[in-house]
């Protein structure tokens, strides 16, 4: 199960795709304006009245960002930020908010929204905000495809492989190995080259760099 690669052609086609801005805002003027700026600028833009009706959509796992109020009725947009946070969403945040002050937007950043704008919003700010969220939400996809990847190579080890694994990340060298499992010598030979050749890697560093993306998958 060797880590792949980028595939040109797929990334050729999913640039194809316009990223999709959710815009989630109780201001009925709001989701008419909005949406046509972001619509000129080659978004495809959802809107939703309310952070519960944004909660019920169905899953999405393309490029994209949230463009999120603040103060709403119901749920507001710091909840429905917590809410995402606990189903670890990839989505990154901008927040827009007529009512906000210092230690709100201070909140919202230490959560991990990626902008905090005040209405009424100045277009270039937004769009600026919008393509730095998206390229963020770019990183964190990419990220997490890795993470699976490495799991996935890792999960075609067999148990004693994996023993074997550890312990070369470990830095033992092959006769320690064999005296800490009670094999010999130069059976863990033949279990580190089969693991490096399922991994794909052809040296211990880049061993160390899969357990440590599955070590660290979500």
Known sequence: CPMKTNDPVSE?????IRPTIFLVD??????KALPRLLQAAGYEVITFASAQEFLDRSRFDGDGCLVLDVRMTG????ALQ?????DDSPLPIVFITGHGDVPMS?????RGATDFLTKPIDQTDLLQAVQAAIQKNGVRRKQAEERQQACD??????????EVMKLVVAGLLNKQIAQKLGICEATVKVHRRRVMKKMGVASVAGLVKICFLCDHAG
Do not use: H, N, Q, Y
């Open 12 to 16: 050729t086609a999913s640039a194809a």
């Open 75 to 78: 749920m507001d947009g710091l």
């Open 82 to 86: 917590e809410e995402l946070a606990k």
């Open 26 to 31: 109780d201001d009925p003027s709001v989701r």
């Open 106 to 110: 201070v909140r919202a950043m230490k």
């Open 153 to 162: 190579c890792i999960a075609t080890l067999t148990p004693r492989e994996r």
